[in-house]
């Protein structure tokens, strides 16, 4: 069962309620936090379609250091104003990374974040450790994304290093009471460390095992585009 935070919550109790606003900053722990994650999840509010026509993620290509105003994202984010929603109230809009916004690109959107009105809702993705130039955060909400909680130790995270099949996986999360993004990350991060420190380099049955985990990994990206259950996804990587 997927686990939605407070803040997940509340901005959909203010979307069914027509209180969304219509710019808003949401700062993440980058450390604890996938913010693409966290927005896929929130959208399983709305809908299980991975590409729903009212909504529209905004990434940078591996090319860029920051989104210019030729940047094929900004001219995709510039057409889909053009359209209202087909579907939804309103047609969301993530830009991950926003504290890339050059500065022409961020003075040119001044006027369009001040005139986007009820039909749509921009979420500006940002990490706790940067900032946004003061003209753009002045016209946008702030939001705090929630992390980690402070009082969070050994004692009350699941200890993956114990776990070797599915069975022990699901005893182990019936005990904690759900799985959080951190702990997610860190199981994956587990298994590839367990495969990659026992690899001999001219080992075949070590490039087979990679080769296995790789399957593995690709089986558990396809998973997670369904939206399955964190819980469902962790198992496919067993074998």
């Known amino acids: 069962m997927l686990i939605l935070d407070n803040l997940q ?19 993440y722990d980058s450390q604890s936090i ?11 509010q709305f809908s299980l379609l991975e590409d729903h026509p009212d909504v529209l993620k905004i990434n940078k290509t591996e090319k860029e250091n920051e989104y210019k105003v030729d940047s094929v994202s900004i001219k995709n984010f510039l057409k889909f104003l053009n359209y209202r929603p087909i579907q939804l109230k309103k047609k969301f ?3 991950f990374d926003a504290q890339d916004l050059s500065v022409i690109v961020s003075n040119k959107l001044l ?4 005139e986007l009105g009820r039909d749509f809702c921009l979420i500006l993705m940002v990490p706790n450790n940067a900032q946004l130039l003061p003209t753009v955060e002045s016209r946008a909400i702030k939001l705090q994304i929630p992390g980690l909680p402070n009082n969070l130790n050994n004692q009350n995270q699941t200890d993956f290093s114990a776990i070797k099949t599915p069975m022990d996986l699901i005893n182990a999360l019936k005990t904690q009471g759900g799985v959080s993004n951190y702990e997610e990350k860190k199981f994956i991060e587990l298994a590839i460390d367990k495969i ?4 001999a380099p001219t080992s075949l049955e070590s490039y087979q095992e990679i080769d296995s ?3 593995k990994l690709q089986s558990y ?4 585009s369904f939206n ?3 819980l469902s996804r962790l198992t496919t990587l067993f074998s």
């Open 196 to 199: 990659l420190n026992s690899a």
């Open 213 to 215: 985990l790789l399957k």
């Open 111 to 114: 006027k369009i974040f001040e």
């Open 93 to 95: 809009i993530f830009l």
């Open 228 to 230: 399955n259950s964190k």
């Open 9 to 27: 919550k509340l901005l959909y109790t203010k979307y069914l309620n027509g209180n969304l606003a219509s710019v808003y900053m949401a700062k």
């Open 34 to 44: 996938d913010p693409e994650v966290w927005v896929k999840e929130y959208l399983t």
């Open 221 to 224: 990206e396809i998973s997670a």
